[in-house]
Structures are given as C-alpha cells and as structure tokens.
Nanobody, 124 residues
Framework: QVLLVESGGGSVQAGGSLRLSCAVSGYTFSTATMAWFRQVPGKGREGVAAFSPRGRVTVYADSVKGRFTFSRDSARNTAYLQMDSLKPGDTAMYYC?????????????????WGQGTQVTVSS
C-alpha cells in the first residue's frame, strides 16, 4: 500500500517560513517523481513544484519561484518543500503526490498517489 503523509503546516505571518515534509512508504521513492500541489476552497488543485527522481529537473510554478525550494532525502524516503517569504496568497491546503511519470509535471492528472494534505495559513 502506497502511503504519503504530509506534515509541517501551520500558521505564520507574511514574510515567514515553513518547511513541509512528505514521508513516503510502499513506493520506490528513489525512482519516484515527486510533486507538491495546493488547493483553496472553491478552486482547483494547483501544481507548486515537481522534482525528478535524481534531482536533475525541478519545476516550479511562477507564483513560487525564488521563494519555495523542493528537496528530497532518499535515505529517509521523504520529500520537503521549504517555503520562504510567505504571502497571504500562499494560504492553502498543501498536498504531496507521486506517480510513475518520469518527467516532473505540475499537472494533477499525471500523479496517482496523494497524501491527505497539511494546512498552511499566512496572515498579513
């Protein structure tokens, strides 16, 4: 059974930082393309960042470039999203995802497995 568990969400003021974690089990993490998405009520799930299995390719949404950094630790089967200079517009439920795609993508449809999400709230 594939299981993704996010953690690290919380409430911060604008300009602050958070680091999200995604622990993966039941899946070959070292060869998995990983991604982070976010969603606010009433809107679709938006791709934030995606990372190739060996880190050669990273894709970021324009809205987070230069502020968010994706990383992965294969020894711990864990992916991370370091979020700096947070803005109120970053407020959302954040989800990690993985699947058999070989190319990192911000398209929701290419990922088969999802975590339950972790809430990030940024106040002004």
């Amino acid at each position: 059974q594939v299981l993704l568990v996010e953690s690290g969400g919380g409430s911060v003021q604008a300009g602050g930082s958070l680091r999200l974690s995604c622990a993966v089990s039941g899946y070959t993490f070292s060869t998995a393309t990983m991604a982070w998405f976010r969603q606010v009520p009433g809107k679709g799930r938006e791709g934030v960042a995606a990372f190739s299995p060996r880190g050669r390719v990273t894709v970021y949404a324009d809205s987070v470039k230069g502020r968010f950094t994706f990383s992965r630790d294969s020894a711990r089967n864990t992916a991370y999203l370091q979020m700096d200079s947070l803005k109120p517009g970053d407020t959302a439920m954040y989800y990690c995802a993985t699947g058999s795609t070989a190319v990192p993508s911000l398209l929701r449809s290419v990922y088969s497995y999802w975590g339950q999400g972790t809430q990030v709230t940024v106040s002004s």
